[in-house]
């Protein structure tokens, strides 16, 4: 089975449960000689995709649930027809049919037709693409690892997500001033009463942090987790911070076929803890505040990271609003690094109830975040602050749509963006050559964020930041080189 990607398609009666569906998909593997570690995506009818045994059970894998409309299941050629089953949902056999279609159609080989057991029917089909199965993701890899070590070189940093020109000299200032308090402890109480009217919140409700990362350390680690689940493509940290706690973590892999949007049902019902990232780094996708909360429930804790969610005008679909009235535990992540240039500072924070505040607070060190880092927390919070991170925003919208439209005269060269609707201040970007073309643009003098080491993402992605035009037409020129059209 080496080289071949694996496709089961999945029949199923109304009611199926996640088990009785693992079970029917192990039976197909075993008798392809493989394990589920071979499995691309399920596959199955429109009809049955909203079914939670079958969600469940693509989660639990840790792969995307694929369906199809009846139309083109019927249209498939299955070595095991059914008449029953055609009538009922207007395919021979949604099983065979919905496996060929995930493997490619006629590029997909039926490795398994289809097994019945009592109300599920199974279907193995691959699509051999001659290279070894892709290894697991370097959850610890990060934009800065593409730049680190060239100053001085003149290459441009597309890689990390961070506004150029920061921080501005009004917050340089405060920094500095902040120095004259080094010799005194940290007094948090100023700026997590400054975080806390910023969001019109309670100051018991405000967590400050050593950055974002920090913070995901701390759930990790203070919060009771039997069955923790990221969804994916995101950043990695907080799937890594889970590992290292002790914990196994599920996977919940958003579909590039759907422009990786959230479907909340594709989340395990038996998921306790689960974080997802909105805007999405590295996806650029801003999935709605209303389906965020849908995850929201009594047992459960929703963690989702707003890093970069003061990069969207107005922080639409922001969770924070909601912070209070959702049932479970809800903990809302920020971070200053990006808009306002301070990754080397180290400062986030965490919105939540008070008492999971405290509980966060227990493993945390004593003055676990330095005056300067305070004192930015306090200033960035300001009015005259929040309306320049506005602009900043509207100014993101309108590089990242100039970007856009350039990039689109490449698509005759296969490259195409995760989605058409990006609202981060990066776009993810598909190429069937991305390895080869990262590295001419980097020796052109670019250097963008390879995609693989995000789980659900592949050699075939890398993501770019936004930049001025003037940034961008450069970038175009080297891609036109890069790409031999130049």
Request: aromatic letters at 4%; glycine letters at 10%.
């Amino acid at each position: 089975m080496t080289g071949t990607s694996l496709f089961v398609g999945v029949g199923a009666r109304e009611g199926v449960t996640v088990d009785e569906v693992l079970l029917a998909v192990e039976r197909v593997l075993n008798e392809a000689g493989t394990d589920a570690r071979s499995v691309a995506a399920l596959a199955t009818a429109d009809a049955k995709g909203r079914e939670p045994g079958l969600a469940d059970a693509a989660a639990r894998l840790g792969v995307p649930l694929r369906t199809y409309a009846p139309e083109e299941l019927s249209a498939v050629t299955v070595p095991s027809p059914s008449g029953t089953v055609r009538a009922a949902v207007g395919t021979p056999s949604v099983a065979e049919a919905a496996a060929l279609l995930a493997a490619g159609g006629r590029e997909g080989e039926l490795l398994v037709p289809k097994r019945k057991s009592e109300r599920v029917t199974a279907a193995a089909a691959a699509r051999r693409t001659g290279h070894a199965p892709p290894h697991a993701p370097d959850l610890r890899h990060h934009g800065d690892a593409e730049v680190r070590g060239t100053a001085g070189t003149g290459l441009t940093d597309l890689a990390v997500n961070v506004r150029t020109g920061t921080p501005p000299e009004w917050l340089r200032a405060r920094l500095v001033a902040s120095l004259d308090g080094l010799a005194a402890y940290p007094d948090g109480r100023p700026a997590r009463e400054a975080v806390a009217e910023r969001h019109g919140l309670s100051p018991d409700r405000v967590l400050l942090t050593a950055g974002a990362a920090e913070a995901f350390v701390l759930l990790a680690r203070a919060l009771p987790a039997a069955r923790p689940v990221v969804v994916h493509p995101q950043f990695t940290e907080p799937e890594a911070a889970l590992r290292d706690a002790g914990h196994e973590v599920g996977r919940v892999l958003l579909d590039p076929d759907d422009g990786f949007r959230l479907d909340p049902t594709r989340v395990p019902a038996d998921a306790d803890l689960v974080v997802v990232g909105n805007p999405t780094n590295p996806t650029s996708v801003l999935h709605p505040a209303d389906a965020l909360a849908a995850l929201a429930r009594e047992g459960r804790t929703l963690v989702v990271d707003e890093a970069f969610i003061d990069a969207v005008p107005g922080e639409r679909e922001s969770l924070v609003p909601l912070l209070g009235g959702l049932p479970g535990r809800v903990a809302v992540l920020r971070s200053l690094t990006k808009t306002w240039g301070l990754a080397g500072l180290r400062v986030g924070y965490v919105l939540t109830d008070p008492a999971t505040v405290r509980a966060l607070e227990r493993p945390q060190p004593l003055w676990p975040v330095s005056t300067p880092a305070l004192a930015a927390a306090e200033a960035c919070g300001t009015p005259d602050a929040l309306a320049e991170a506005e602009t900043a925003a509207k100014e993101f919208g309108a590089d990242r749509a100039y970007l856009m439209d350039r990039l689109a005269a490449f698509r005759q060269d296969g490259l195409r963006t995760a989605t058409d609707a990006p609202e981060g201040p990066f776009l993810l970007v598909r190429h069937p050559d991305a390895a080869a073309l990262r590295e001419r643009l980097r020796d052109l003098g670019f250097a963008v964020r390879r995609g693989d080491t995000f789980p659900g993402l592949g050699p075939e992605w890398f993501r770019m930041a936004v930049r001025d035009r003037g940034t961008t037409d450069r970038l175009m020129g080297a891609l036109a080189v890069a790409l031999g059209r130049g």
